[in-house]
């Protein structure tokens, strides 16, 4: 087995005993990088000199908890990929977007310090689609990333460089952002588990905003035992992030059981749709027969207001994503016009700078809230989204969490949607209600179609939920080998 | 529904956005689309339902109003296409 094909929990394990030190991993990890990026495309931008100085920072504080008879910090040594909306001081955050280019934070998000602290070496930025906004990469201003399972196809987005990233062993692990299901959806076309934690778990801090009030940082990983460790070091109240929580995090890893005795799994009828693919369903269906053979019960339930969530979703984000992305006008950072009048220099700014998903998106937002339309659409939105996280509270009472396909196909073709955007939005419908109900879900893979491409699995639960989702996740995992299978490259 | 092109006019010039004669009516059609499509929530009853803008039932997060580090003129300064005196240059705002 090489070096670069562990997990964070074997790695660690490796490194905290000296049998392996944080250089050998982190020169393995970017030998493996060197080799495969030509093909997968899955970093912007590659930070070689800087993780190999954290990598020595590592082994050294390795080599000093062993004499003092201690452990290091959990993720010590570890080398991980972040995506380019999350700021790294020091290195390139482009947002996947031309409006950024040349743009070097002056400060580091807040999970990204997290994990620094926990002693996280970073390989580099991966790529996105511009400013998180689309489901294949190909809205990246740079170029698309490649399925690692099959290279014609997406990897799914917009965290699609962070999960091919994950499946490629380009990365132990990675972090995404999930606003409608950009760390899920990526997570399942490319065979890798996908975590979307409760909004204000994870401080935004740092986050390029998209969707305030849906944005959060997840995990892209290879197991579910990475995605609780992950999420264990990266969670937490934040005084820079007044929306984050501040509840207490508990050990994620010790919520991990590999039984479901008397676990209640709903099964939401909305979920199973004409028109998706044969093969994810019956993917899905034997994942639930299967739980159930391990002791769990399956309950049909109902999130009745489910087909309404594209619209509500594409009226929200769009409308959060036209207030957010204002503030890119040339000024501070990014290229700048220059035509020597103020309102011309962020026409030609704007106009040249964004792509035109991030435009489409700007102009759908602006149309959402101008005066006229504020009612029909913002309002209106506003008022089906209570409906739709009502739907999941009181699907939840009867039920611990909640099954469902992530996606309702496996992955497409590259350029097969990207001249329809409506196409394109169909294709997560069964992401984008979690984030509108503010709750936590993670994908894992439950099966392959007949191409060899993997399908994932939704475990939902309730916000705070995630022990529960993760031990749900974790049994699942444990009884199956999907999670073992690598794309040949 | 279909969006005219004044109107996509006017939407570009509240978000100051400069596009081209084809991503004018490139949008016209696209947008039109997804209004379409997302009018079916005017089939929705929702009457005396709350609108929810935040998840979240967190309110007035306060702190102290203490003096903490942040960052320097010159860090803050270091990603602009133009300065002047420690300050971001911009075109004259006010006209004469």
């Not at chain 1, 606003?179 to 959806?185: A, F, M």
């Not at chain 1, 299967?290 to 619209?311: D, I, K, R």
């Not at chain 1, 996740?473 to 040949?488: C, D, F, G, L, V």
Request: with cysteine; hydrophobic share 40%.
């Amino acid at each position: 087995m090489e070096l670069y094909e562990l997990t964070i929990h074997a790695a660690a394990e490796l490194l905290q005993k000296g049998e392996i030190s944080a250089i050998e991993l982190t020169e393995a990890q970017l030998r493996r990088i060197e080799q495969v990026q030509p093909q997968i495309k899955a970093y912007l931008h590659v930070a070689a000199d800087s993780a190999l100085k954290q990598a020595t920072a590592a082994d050294i504080r390795l080599a000093a908890a062993r004499k003092g008879g201690e452990m290091a910090p959990p993720l010590t040594g570890i080398p991980l990929g972040i995506k380019d909306v999350l700021s790294l001081a020091g290195q390139p955050t482009t947002c996947g977007s031309r409006i950024l280019e040349g743009y070097i934070p002056p400060y580091t998000a807040t999970a990204v310090e997290k994990l620094a602290q926990a002693g996280a070496v970073f390989l580099g930025k991966t790529n996105t689609d511009e400013f998180a906004m689309g489901s294949s990469t190909e809205n990246s201003a740079y170029f698309t990333t490649h399925n690692p399972w099959d290279l014609d196809r997406v990897p799914g987005g917009s965290s699609g460089g962070s999960a091919a990233a994950v499946a490629a062993d380009m990365a132990i692990a990675a972090l995404g952002t999930d606003t409608g299901g950009s760390v899920r959806q990526p997570a399942a076309l490319c065979g890798v588990v996908g975590l979307k934690p409760t909004y204000g778990r994870v401080s935004r801090y740092g986050l390029v905003a998209f969707g305030s009030s849906l944005d959060q940082v997840g995990t892209l990983t290879k197991d579910v035992t990475d995605a609780a460790l992950l999420l264990g070091a990266i969670a937490g109240y934040d005084p820079h992030d007044s929306t984050s929580l501040p509840q207490p995090v508990p050990d994620y890893r010790q919520a991990l059981r590999p039984d479901l005795k008397g676990v209640r799994v709903g099964v939401p009828k909305e979920y199973f749709v004409e028109g998706m693919q044969p093969a994810v369903e019956k993917a899905v269906r034997a994942a639930v027969e299967q739980m159930v053979g391990m002791g769990a019960e399956a309950c049909e339930v109902s999130l009745p207001h489910t087909e309404y969530a594209l619209s509500v979703y594409y009226l929200i984000a769009p409308a959060e994503a036209s207030a957010n992305l204002a503030r890119f006008d040339g000024i501070r950072y990014g290229p700048l016009a220059d035509s020597g009048n103020m309102w011309e220099n962020f026409r030609q700014t704007r106009g040249h700078g964004f792509g035109p998903e991030v435009k489409r998106r700007i102009m759908l937002g602006t149309y959402a809230l101008s005066a006229g339309y504020y009612d029909a659409y913002y309002l209106k939105a506003g008022q089906v989204r209570t409906l739709i996280k009502q739907d999941f509270e009181r699907a939840l009472e009867e039920v611990d969490v909640i099954a469902v396909p992530t996606t309702p196909t496996t992955a497409f073709k590259i350029g097969e949607r990207i001249d329809d955007p409506l196409a394109m939005y169909l294709g997560d419908i069964f992401t984008l209600s979690l984030n509108l109900a503010g709750m936590c879900g993670i994908s894992l893979p439950c099966g392959f179609d007949e191409q060899n491409l993997p399908v994932g699995l939704q475990i939902l639960g309730p916000a705070l939920g995630e022990e529960r989702i993760l031990r749900v996740a974790y049994a699942y995992e444990q009884a199956t080998s999907w999670h073992m299978r690598k794309p040949e490259l | 529904m279909g969006l005219t092109i004044q109107e996509v006019e006017h939407i570009a010039e509240l978000a100051k956005l400069q596009l081209t004669e084809e991503e004018k009516a490139l949008y016209r059609e696209q947008l039109s689309a997804i209004l379409d499509y997302a009018n079916k929530l005017q089939s929705v009853d929702t009457t005396d339902i709350p609108q929810t803008s935040t998840v979240l039932s967190l309110a007035n997060v306060m702190r102290e109003d203490e003096p903490a580090p942040s960052l320097s003129q010159e860090v803050a300064l270091s990603n602009a296409s133009k300065t002047e005196d420690g300050f971001f240059r911009v075109p004259a705002v006010l006209e004469e």
